[in-house]
């Protein structure tokens, strides 16, 4: 009795003083580690490996060690108990033994194959985090970030093919992929490696769902820092950010269908509610994120209109920035939506409209912030990733799944790329060349949104198998693809740094773009004009004016008798501003965007001429900087332009 | 047994797709309402409610509506089980309820008594912390920013005094409140309010030392704001900060202190073991705290003298900057010392060294992220706060234990400063005025750090009274005191913008203090210059030197022998650039520091005089913006000056 109080209050004290600090000091020294290596690398202009990658080395080093290092697996915990009293699970248990009594916390439901998979150590148990955590704190800030550095431009101008891989593709590969571990996992049955009953139709397309969010991080990083092509990048960026949003919302509509009688067999109500539950999801959340970043946009908007100015004061700026932002991702959790399209879309209007009311401080604050946010979230997911091969303790390692996920991947992504780039180059008139479709092809990386929907759920054994095999896929990806970037863009003769582009010429090149940015003219029709031109047009004549100092102003764009309303809603900055906006700047109106388009487009697609494009790189550039830095963007460049040069991703 | 599995997948759900959201999002709410709030009052110049006063009463009407409005109890959660097998608690807990197995985490002990307070509803549980979160994640970031802030020059020159302050002033304070605490307990024993031996002598020192930390964050956010004189603010300021640290030191050892025999009567042996782990623990949390700052140093003055450079890449910079300092909180809490001590100091190294070698970008933007996740941090506790009134389940009020609370709160401030203040004038040459007394006197309020050490520890009856009084002598001090601050300035006539400073001509001194700093000279000794200039000869010859590229080369500073060793580690830039540092710029050399510190003493000590010391608060400005701005400071004076204005307190 002595003792075990004893135990206990030195538990307590434990509790109370240094709970999780050694976890966390854990992580951090990770994070210094990869820190240090990247600078050790960039001084190198080392490149094959990226810092996600070396942050996933050190995670499995240091799972190694905290495997087989630290101390011997706590006896108690791998007993279960049994309490005939309760009749069900509790979210707090309070349990009386040998006359104290103490409070327990529900944590999961636990299958009972797994018990005995819980006989690791203590230290193993903390490492483990709430999978929670990955979807409530370090994934918003990540595609947040993605949102909002979003390259509108190029975007808006790639939007029909981004649509269409993102879309078309993430339901192809989705497939493709269910199809063929369908096929393996009937052969895991048939030698006997597998029960009949242990895996359906269903959970094979649950694994296609997941394994389909792509995530090039590590290519866009040296895609950046080589000066890629352009276009190559948008397509790339656009359509694995928002295939994370389709797969998302498509694992979680697949996790939900469930047919009433046969598992195996075809359902068309309970596939129809699927497909309703996708779309009112994916619309929902877009709406939630949008709705908030037009508060925020309205918010800041009013300093012009009212008594008070916002903008004078950064620090409440930016707080509310964060706030309203991540109450978009909260919200949408709240209401059953998918909190990471909300962010997403919240991140894109946010930089389409609240930025423009920002005062130039908070412009740089909202940028460096979350800027950093992505950067640390990134490294600790990745580092993550890396302890979890080692420290998650119901791992399912089956060869002939994971050698059939390989090649499902691989050839779920070949039938998402080639087919859709040549259905699209028939509508496109500046095709995707083969080099692009290779290089997006090679590109198809898995990151830390396949690895967190994967653990989500690890409680059956399909579910096991899935995560522990997800994991590798990822590891594989990483280190071949990403370090395979620099030799595959040499090898496809992909413009770049590394081919055909003089850095010191480039700049020229940007230099002359900038000051005559519309030399060579041509009338013929963009790509996704047509789609795009309606929304600009109702855009900029509207919304803008409503929601930014922007924009014409409202008097003018509205028919005369909304005059006295257009009037009180306009900014009187409007009036005289409208030129010197960002974004009015690069598209003033729709002829000159379609020449604009056009006149790179012609440049840019014989790919292979090594000179091509250089003005569409270099303004795209230019766009970037001064999205980054407001006005203060020429006193600044010698070192703030840094930043982006390193970390946008 | 159908429907207990319903309810059971029904919260697995919930668990997996909107854990945590929901109070996430009350909290964001709260704190956009503050914001707002902020905005509002910051436009009406409106004072008698200060930003942390506000988010206290938001809380309070949010706790109010969780508390009344949300669904009943839990029926569940009250009962106790009785597991005989059980032999100790166990920090997981499998247990299999009907078939299922499911996993229970150990959260913590419960006397007994508590049992019944743990009948509230699920929402009420949800939204009280883990005050490890307090420790963990929301006071280190207001702690270091207060470090990292501190204005250096006038904290040195007043560095005895508020030595003196911190160190004797808390000690005082503790034994004060906690003998009139003492006298307060025997009466209510005696009225039969209380048993004997519930509440020993100990009880009511851990309650004076937790009651002892002041946090004037209002009061300097006020006095920031109105331009109060500088002296007054560096003593309130450096004050509340280093008592910060002894307070929660204090309490560590106080709670450790534990006679053998009868615990009311005094154990030397046991005294002296605390007085020994107070000095043990306070002394190895500075050593912690510094060293890490000094790596960080090192690290980011490797740039200059090997092949690489850090400070080209801003992001890395910060990254490391940031995980560099929160590890030394994180390994002072793992080595069982004061992570908030470690922390603080931390702060002050990083700006003295660390600071110098930052590239431009990354001194911006580190000031700007300390200075935000401290903004967030003080609200999201504050908000917390007047939420605990209501959301905390086994609240303790006793109406006299409060009275005397306050009483002691008051009395022992009163005993802390005019006697210290008087001992003090004895040795100053420039004496604190009575006016400067009164104004630290009323300046005593309570706040975070008081609250977090008080809900650290719940579990036992005198705990939580301590726990709930602690709360309303917070509220009381923050809307009493904090929003007295205006009236109390003007009453007692210190200089300040509402007293005798005009802006204008405030500006203008500025101007000249800034062109001809040293005008007026004067040879008097200051205060604690005795001991600042061997503190600063060996940190400028040795130090500054050796970490940074400030200061005169090693080979000037090292003796002749020591030329090889001192020419390797001396940075290039020394040679040159010794005269442009900010920090040498204005400490030159110690019979400048003396002069110059006397000249705006001579004229700053008549404080009823109004128009006195413009050059002492002008320079301090100045100093300030330098180092916020690094580099940019003439091209972003107009709009990112401001946000220190705002938010620096």
Redo the contacts between chains.
């Keep these: 009795m002595e003792k ?1 109080k004893e ?2 209050s030195v ?2 004290e434990d ?8 976890e ?2 854990i992580f ?2 990770l ?2 580690l990869t ?2 290596t ?3 690398f ?2 190198h202009r080392f490149r094959f490996l990226h810092e996600t990658g070396g942050a996933m080395l050190y995670g499995l080093v240091m799972g190694l060690i905290i495997r087989y290092v630290t101390k011997s697996p ?1 006896v ?8 005939e ?14 006359n ?13 194959h797994n ?1 005995n998979g ?1 006989q690791g150590n ?1 230290m193993l ?1 903390k490492m483990t985090f ?3 955590i990955f979807f ?1 704190i370090l994934l918003p800030p990540i595609i947040f970030h993605a949102g909002y550095s979003l390259k509108k431009r190029h975007f808006f101008r790639n939007l029909g093919s981004i649509l269409t891989y993102a879309f078309l593709g993430t339901a192809i590969s989705c497939i493709v992929i269910g199809l063929i571990m369908y096929g393996f996992v009937k052969a895991m049955v048939h030698i006997g490696q597998l029960k009949q009953w242990e895996f359906h139709f269903t959970d094979c397309l649950f694994f296609g769902s997941l394994m389909s969010a792509t995530d090039p991080v590590t290519v866009l990083a040296i895609f950046h820092e080589l000066n890629v092509d352009t276009d190559l990048y948008t397509l790339l960026f656009g359509e694995s950010v928002l295939n994370d949003a389709v797969a998302i919302v498509l694992t979680h509509s697949i996790s939900i269908y469930s047919p009433k009688e046969n598992p195996n067999a075809f359902d068309a109500a309970a596939f129809f509610q699927s497909v309703g539950n996708f779309l009112g999801i994916f619309a929902g959340s877009f709406a939630m994120g949008s709705s908030y970043a037009v508060v925020t946009a309205l ?1 800041s908007f009013m300093h012009l209109t009212k ?4 903008c ?5 700026e ?3 920035f ?3 932002s ?2 978009a991702f ?2 949408a ?2 209401a ?1 939506l998918t ?1 990471i399209v909300a962010v997403l879309f919240c991140g894109v209007t946010q930089a389409h409209y609240t930025y423009n009311n920002l ?3 908070s412009k740089m ?1 909202t940028k ?2 979350f ?2 946010m992505n ?2 979230a990134e490294n600790v997911i990745f580092c993550y990733m890396g302890l979890a091969l080692f420290t998650f303790q119901n791992h399912i390692f089956n060869p002939l799944f994971i050698f059939g996920a390989l090649v499902a991947v691989f050839v779920a992504r070949a039938s998402n790329i080639y087919p859709l780039s040549f259905l699209l180059n028939l509508g496109r008139k500046q095709k995707i060349p083969r080099t692009f479709q290779h290089m997006m092809m090679f590109s198809g990386l898995r990151g830390a949104i396949a690895f967190a929907l994967a653990i ?2 690890t409680d059956s054994q399909p579910k096991q198998m899935m995560f522990s095999t997800a994991l590798l896929v990822v590891f594989f990806t990483v280190w071949v693809c990403g370090g395979g970037t620099t030799a595959m863009l040499t090898w496809l003769q992909i413009r770049s740094v590394l081919v055909g582009v003089d850095p010191d010429e480039d700049l020229k090149a940007r230099a002359v773009s900038q000051s005559a940015p519309n030399l060579d003219k041509n009338t013929t029709k963009a790509e996704s004009a047509w789609l795009f031109r309606i929304w600009y047009g109702f855009d900029h004549k509207y919304l803008k004016p409503l929601l930014t100092h922007a924009g014409p102003p409202l008097t003018s764009t509205l028919p005369e008798w909304c005059n006295p309303v257009a009037r009180i809603l306009t900014s009187p900055r409007a009036y005289g501003d409208q030129l010197k906006d960002g974004d009015t700047d690069y598209i003033i109106n729709n002829d000159e965007l379609t020449e604009n388009y056009e006149s790179s487009a012609h440049i840019a697609v014989p790919a292979q001429d090594s000179t091509a494009s250089p003005q569409a790189t270099g303004k795209e550039d230019i766009q970037e900087g001064d999205l980054g830095l407001g006005g ?1 963007k020429l ?2 460049q010698p ?2 332009g ?2 982006q040069k ?2 946008w991703a």
Tied chains: 1, 2.
């Design positions: 075990l135990y206990v538990k307590d509790h109370f003083y240094h709970q999780g600090a050694v966390l000091l951090n020294f994070l210094i820190i240090l990247i600078w050790l960039k001084n706590d108690e915990s791998g007993t279960v108990y049994e309490c009293k309760l009749k069900s699970g509790p979210s707090t248990l309070l349990i009386n033994i040998t104290q009594v103490y409070e327990y916390q529900y944590k999961r439901e636990i299958s009972h018990v819980h203590t148990q709430d999978p929670s409530n918010i008594f008070t100015k916002l004078e004061f950064p620090m409440l930016t707080g509310l964060f706030l309203l991540w109450s909260l919200s959790e709240a059953g909190g005062s130039a401080d604050r460096q912030l800027e950093f950067f640390l989500r759920d203060y006193q600044l070192t703030a840094q930043p390193n970390s």
